[in-house]
Nanobody, 120 residues
Framework: QVQVVESGGGAVQPGGSLRLSCAASGSVSSIVTMGWHRQAPGKQRELVATIRSGGSTSYVDSVKGRFTISRDNAKNTAYLQMNSLKPEDTAVYYC??????????????WGQGTQVTVSS
């Protein structure tokens, strides 16, 4: 079995920073991609940032220059450093991991989500 667990959410004032972590554990052979998505109340879930096995990254326009995604391959963990946070960044943030399991197949797994609230 594979588990994907996020941590690091919380409440912060506008302009503040948070760092989210996403760890994949269990029957993991290697990580293909890890991505952060978010869903605000009444809105569709959107892809915020992705990091691929080779280290290339991509971001939605609204977070470029403020958010940075990174990964530690040895720990099967991805991070999302969020700076200059805005109220519109308020959402539940979900981690998605596409990985190769020890059984030899590629599958996608979601974490349970972590709340980020930006408010004064």
């Amino acid at each position: 079995q594979v588990q994907v667990v996020e941590s690091g959410g919380g409440a912060v004032q506008p302009g503040g920073s948070l760092r989210l972590s996403c760890a994949a554990s269990g029957s993991v052979s290697s990580i293909v991609t890890m991505g952060w998505h978010r869903q605000a109340p009444g809105k569709q879930r959107e892809l915020v940032a992705t990091i691929r096995s080779g280290g290339s990254t991509s971001y939605v326009d609204s977070v470029k220059g403020r958010f940075t995604i990174s990964r530690d391959n040895a720990k099967n963990t991805a991070y999302l450093q969020m700076n200059s946070l805005k109220p519109e960044d308020t959402a539940v943030y979900y981690c998605n991991s596409v990985l190769l399991t020890t059984s030899g197949y590629v599958a996608s797994y979601w974490g349970q989500g972590t709340q980020v609230t930006v408010s004064s």
